[in-house]
């Protein structure tokens, strides 16, 4: 691990300014993410700035209905809490099936969603990737691929977005609050917070140079049944081959995002209009424009049978 300063922030607008002061600085809240990293020398920050210490930690309700729930709650408490259990049921089960119970108790909601994909090309240092060394190539598109993307990606990247939480998220329509370091906030749909690969797969997100999350805001309960089917290849401590978040309600209609697939959490509203007629014209929609290897193909059945099973439950 290569040395680096470290500060404590005050307030979310003075870590903001002080990550976009330095070069090369970081936020750390859990790390569990960001250390591995770091000792891998994939992450080289000069500066972290932690930002345990400003309060971000609650779970609120919200003037129209909804819940905000503070970029530092930790995943166990958000798994938890009464409310999101009762009313936000996806969200729990997404949490519940990631990493494990010793991780979540450190992981935040703001580092959940900021997490580095898993792509092995991504974490060997001696590989061309172009999500860690821009321009190098991707390694991946001619290599083992059976973990990637099926849709979404490029010719420079085919990497996926490797959490859940942000899968049950997309589906219950999300909102991420930020402050930037002059100060000034903004709410970013949460179906605009991840970028697809293009031409600049070492971007993740839209976040801005010392952009801090602060919060997540959920809308009010969407009711109807909740589902979170995740298909890997054990059955703790994996990432999903293929995810499927979904609200389904009484007359068939609902939400559905689908992870593991693209560089971001997967959801479309064609998709959804099919939701009625069963899984496969779903599935049809939302890979339409699917460009899989011959490794990774098998996602897409495998979309739609996990698909398919969570419409049966849902139907009784």
Same mark, same amino acid.
Request: proline share 7%; aromatic share 6%.
């Given at each position: ?11 979310? *607008? *003075? ?32 500066? !972290? ?17 909804? !819940? ?14 009464? @409310? ?23 992981? @935040? ?65 999300? +909102? ?8 000034? @906030? ?13 031409? *600049? ?12 999350? +602060? ?25 999903? !081959? ?14 559905? *995002? ?34 899989? @290897? ?23």
């Amino acid at each position: 691990m290569k040395p680096f300063t470290y500060e404590r922030a005050t307030s979310p *607008a *003075a870590a903001a300014a002080a990550a976009a002061s330095r070069p090369n600085a970081k936020f750390i809240a859990g790390g569990t993410n960001l250390l591995d990293l770091m000792k891998l020398e994939i992450e080289t920050p000069q500066h !972290l700035v932690d930002v345990n210490g400003l309060g971000l930690d609650k779970i609120e309700a919200t003037p129209e209905g909804g !819940l905000r729930v503070g970029a530092l709650v930790r995943n166990t408490d958000l798994a938890a809490h009464e @409310t999101v259990r009762r009313d936000y049921g996806v969200l729990t089960r997404a949490i519940v099936a990631g990493a494990s119970g010793q991780l979540r108790n450190r992981a @935040t909601t703001a580092g959940n969603l900021l997490q580095r994909t898993r792509c092995p090309y991504f974490y060997d240092t001696n590989m061309p990737c172009n999500k860690r060394t821009p321009g190098s190539g991707c390694s991946a598109i001619h290599g083992i691929s059976r973990q990637l993307a099926v849709v979404g990606s490029s010719d420079r990247c085919i990497a996926t977005f490797p959490g859940d939480m942000a899968v049950a998220m997309r589906a219950l329509d999300a +909102t991420v609050e930020t402050v930037a370091p002059d100060g000034k @906030t903004r709410r970013i749909p949460i179906a605009d917070f991840h970028r697809l690969p293009g031409d *600049a797969p070492e971007r993740d997100n839209v976040l801005g140079k010392g952009e801090l999350i +602060t919060a997540v805001t959920l809308p009010k309960p969407l009711g109807g049944k909740h589902f979170y089917r995740k298909v890997r290849d054990r059955a703790s401590y994996a990432f999903a !081959l293929v995810s499927v978040a979904a609200v389904i309600q009484p007359d068939g209609s609902g939400a559905v *995002a689908v992870g593991g697939v693209a560089h971001k959490p997967w959801r479309m509203a064609a998709a959804e209009a099919e939701l009625p007629r069963g899984a496969k014209p779903v599935a049809e929609r939302l890979f339409a424009d699917a460009r899989p @290897t011959e490794e990774n193909r098998f996602k897409i059945p495998l979309a739609e049978r996990a698909l398919g099973s969570v419409l049966n439950e849902a139907r009784g």
